[in-house]
Structure formats: C-alpha cells, structure tokens
C-alpha cells in the first residue's frame, strides 16, 4: 500500500471535504479516532485483564482532547481505571470536545481540573497521578497548535515526560511541528504515537521521530479518494512498495539483458571510493559494470575488482581525472545503461571540470554525486540542458552548496530543500540525511524509513551511488531506482547491523548484506503474487 505524508494543512483540507462536502459529522470522526486509540492502549495495556489497570488522559481543550475523552469513556467502559487530567477548566472546551466530556464522566472516568478556574491540584499531586498509571495518554495538543507550548501546557508537556509512564500520543506528541518535525519547546517524548488519517510528516523527520515512538496509523473512515488523492505529494517509502518496483529477473537472462553501468570515480587519494561504488552496481543486480579511473590507481582498483571491467584515464600529475578523459568516457559511454560519476574525485577543478563536460556532452542517465556535485554549485540550470534523465546525492553540505542554502536551513526542511533543487536542475535529488528525501521534477517527494546510525561512515554514500545505478540500469526509471536504491541500502544497514552492531558498520558490510536484502524483496513480491 503506498503512505501518502501530509501537512496539517492538507489533513485539515481532508477532514474539511469529508464534514462539508460529504456530509460526514465531525463527532463521528472524532469518535472513531478515539475508539482507536482506545484499542492501541488496550494492546500497550496487555490486551487481557484491564480491571484495575490505571490510565490517566491528558486532554487539551480543543479536538485533540475531544480524541482523548472519547478514548477515555471506551477504556473506562472496559473496566480501566481512567482519571481525565484536564489541562482547561470544563466551560473552556470547545466544539466536540466539550459534546465528549459529559459522556466520558458517564461511564466512569473521573475528571481533574489540573489547569482552568476550578484547578487547585499542585504539580506534586499531579506528577503523583501521572507516575502511578500504567499508561497516560498525551492528548493536550493537535496539528492545530503552533510553535511552543507555553503556559499551562508547557507544564503539563514536563509533568508528562517526568513521569516515567509510557505515553501514548494522539494524533502527534504535543509541541511537535507536526510539517518539519521540529521541537521549538517542550515536547512529549511518546513510546507510540496513533497518528489520524494519514501519517504526519513530522512524525518522520528529526528530531520529531525521535519523539513519536512506534507510529501507528489510525482508520478513522475518512473516504478513500480522499486519502488517495495524487495531490498530496509527499510518500513514505515501505519495503513492499520497494519490492513491487524492482524488476523482475526472466529465467533465461544474461549479462546483456540486466543492464551496463559506467562508473566514473577516484582519484589517488580515493581509490577505495571507486571499488566501493563499482561494486555496489553489480551487487544491486547490473549485468555488467566498466569502471573509468585515473590510471594512477588502476593497479590497486584492479586487485579489489575481479568481476569489474576497469579502464584507465587520463589524469592531471595530482593523480586526479582530468577534462582530457572526457574524449574517453564518450567512447565507453554508448555501451553503458547508466553513468555514475563523482565518488572519491577530490576537489581537483580538473576533474570538477570533467563532470560538467559529461553532463553535457553524454546522453545517457547519470547519476552525480560527492565532489562530482561541485560542478554544479550556485548552478542547478545548468542541469536542464541535459538530454538524458539526471540524479543528485547530495548530503546536506553538498547541498547547501549547490542551492546557495546555508546548512541548518537545508537540515530544517529537508523535503522543501530536495523539492526547490528538484525543480530548479529538472532532475531527481536524494538529500542523504535522517531521513534521507529523495525528490523529483515533478514535485513528488519520498521519505525513507530504513537505515541507522551506522552508515555514518566513510564510503557508505559511494554504496549508495552504485546500489540506484545498478537498479537504473536493469531499467527502472531514474527516479524510482533512486528511491529504490535508498531503501535498499539503509535496509542493508540494517541487517548488516544485527549481527555487527551499528558502531563500527563499514561500508563494506552494507555491500556485502545488498543481495540478501534484494533476495528478501524477491521472495517477497513472488509471496504476493501468488
């Protein structure tokens, strides 16, 4: 199934349509939002033998509350002791939340004024309940809250994570940007998060993820064209949405039907990025893979690559590629599928000078990264003349640099940053990052959900580069193979990571883990279909 990410203003768009436009009462939705989150604190709760069991519900005056008495009134019908911590006074809720209170009371919850007029409960009396429960619920503030919490609610945000309770958050923790992920404050640090509708970008991007637990996915019955709908253009990226892209391998393939991919890289000081990279597009599934370096280090490369062609080039005397190789990457690139040029070629302005000739000169896909992308720096347009598909890896740095961005604002909207470069050079662009975005021309963007702090390590974004032109080459288009590539290489992390830990993961062991994790893909496609 694919995840469409939204905004808050394109959930609240959804919800809008389906009161208004469908006719669909709000109270219906709210009630199934906390039937929902009911059931996920059941299952936190261990399912069987809830008599007795205490929950505290800390609720908001708003709709995010509304969620939370409703979930309040299901759990204490199921026999929870429920206490409702209520952050206003009881003539302050508004809309359906105040429809709910009298409800949830009804059926035994018992309700605390912690905030409003009628509050006379100190912050000791409250941490008191709030450490005593088995569960609280976070239901103080929605998608609908901006910038930090303040007031009574910044105190109830630190008495919850003081606590030392498992939290379950509605909808979002409370004072996360539920867009960028950010924490301009106090923040609710949640064990699980039951988000509504459809998942909020926020709950993927850091330092928000780190906030929001397991995410859990709430059914509230909002229509389905509604959640479908091809405007809302930002994915999350799931392993069996990966598996259904890969293509398919015909049992009577050989090395001319899966695909040629030419590498371009090294330099004397980086020899190891061009084995790296060279390797990762066999082990992605390329038939055949020719490797172009400068002739310095053909020797060393050769001794690393018994199943890679390998081609000497011309070189500057700093053992560099240099603009004179260009003549030579032209003859071989007419055998390939698929160009990747740039891991390990240093700075040198030769060989900088060498990637634009290539961009312009060779008309076949081309995927650019690490000092490759400094032909393009403050220049993305440059781009938009190429007469073949073309795909950007940038990490953040990189990025800056080619967007005339500054960092911070670049790792502040990641997915704002990938789409504006995107557009800008008419291509495809893979911020690398926690979560790495992979954007395209068309203003689709996808936020990957495997990898770990592992990959932090020299070489693993040459991996990155061989493992999407490999895939490119077997014919997928550029795009999807970059988003492909992506998954693939942080789930071989991943696994790679279950038995090496993540400190002290090599690039070399995401390589080697490639094929087991596209085997898993394999088998998991063919289980489908059958």
């Not at 599934?285 to 011309?314: F, N």
């Amino acid at each position: 199934m694919r995840v469409r990410l939204v905004s808050a203003a394109q959930m609240r768009g959804i919800d809008r349509r389906a009161i208004e436009g469908l006719n669909i009462p709000s109270l219906i939705l709210m009630e199934n939002a906390g039937l929902t989150v009911a059931g996920e604190a059941k299952r936190m709760l261990g399912g069987a033998r809830l008599a007795g069991r205490r929950v505290v519900v800390a609720c908001g005056r708003g709709s995010n509350g509304g969620d939370g008495l409703v979930a309040a009134r299901h759990l204490a019908n199921a026999g929870v002791d429920v206490t409702v911590a209520l952050w206003a006074g009881r003539g302050e809720l508004v809309g359906d939340a105040a429809t709910n209170l009298g409800p949830a009371e009804a059926c035994g919850a018992r309700v605390v004024e912690a905030a409003g007029q009628g509050a006379g409960v100190s912050d000791g009396d409250l941490l008191g309940l709030l450490s005593a429960a088995d569960l609280v619920i976070d239901a103080l503030l929605g998608t609908g809250a901006r910038g930090a919490p303040s007031g009574e609610l910044a105190r109830a945000v630190r008495l919850v994570n003081e606590c030392g309770r498992p939290v379950l958050a509605v909808d979002i923790p409370s004072g996360l940007d539920p867009d960028t992920g950010a924490t301009p404050g106090d923040c609710v640090r949640a064990t699980c998060t039951v988000t509504l509708g459809l998942p909020k970008r926020g709950l993927y991007l850091h330092p928000g993820a780190g906030m929001a637990g397991r995410v859990a996915l709430a059914d509230i019955s909002l229509p389905r064209h509604l959640l479908d709908d091809p405007g809302l253009r930002v994915e999350l990226v799931e392993p069996g949405w990966v598996a259904s892209l890969l293509p398919r391998r015909a049992r009577d393939a050989h090395k001319g039907t899966c695909g040629h991919v030419l590498v371009v890289a090294g330099s004397q000081a980086y020899s190891g990025a061009a084995v790296l990279c060279a390797m990762a597009a066999l082990r992605a599934g390329a038939g055949v893979v020719t490797l172009g370096v400068p002739e310095c280090i053909l020797g060393v490369v050769k001794s690393h690559l018994a199943e890679v062609i390998t081609r000497p080039l011309r070189e500057t005397k700093q053992g560099a590629l240099c603009f004179e190789a260009l003549e030579q990457v032209q003859e071989l690139a007419p055998a390939a599928d698929v160009v990747a040029i740039g891991p390990g070629f240093s700075d040198d302005p030769d060989a900088v000078a060498l990637v634009r000739g290539v961009a312009r000169e060779v008309a076949r896909p081309l995927v650019i990264d690490a000092d490759g992308l400094r032909a393009f720096s403050g220049d993305l347009a440059a781009l938009r003349k190429r007469r073949a598909p073309t795909a950007l890896t940038p990490h953040p740095g990189e990025m800056a640099r080619l967007c005339g961005a500054t960092v911070a604002a670049v790792r502040a909207d990641p997915i704002g940053a990938a789409q504006a470069a995107a557009a800008a050079a008419n291509c495809t662009v893979t911020l690398k990052g926690v979560p790495t975005v992979t954007a395209g021309a068309d203003g689709r963007a996808f936020i990957n959900s495997s990898g770990n702090p592992g990959l932090a390590t020299a070489g693993s974004g040459d991996v990155l580069t061989g493992a999407v032109a490999g895939l490119a080459a077997q014919g997928m288009d550029l795009m999807l193979a970059a988003v492909a590539g992506v998954w693939v290489h942080g789930a071989a992390a991943d696994l790679a990571a279950q038995s090496r830990g993540e400190r002290g993961l090599v690039a070399g062991d995401v390589l080697a883990a490639l094929p087991a994790v596209l085997k898993r893909l394999d088998e998991d496609e063919e289980g489908d279909a059958d």
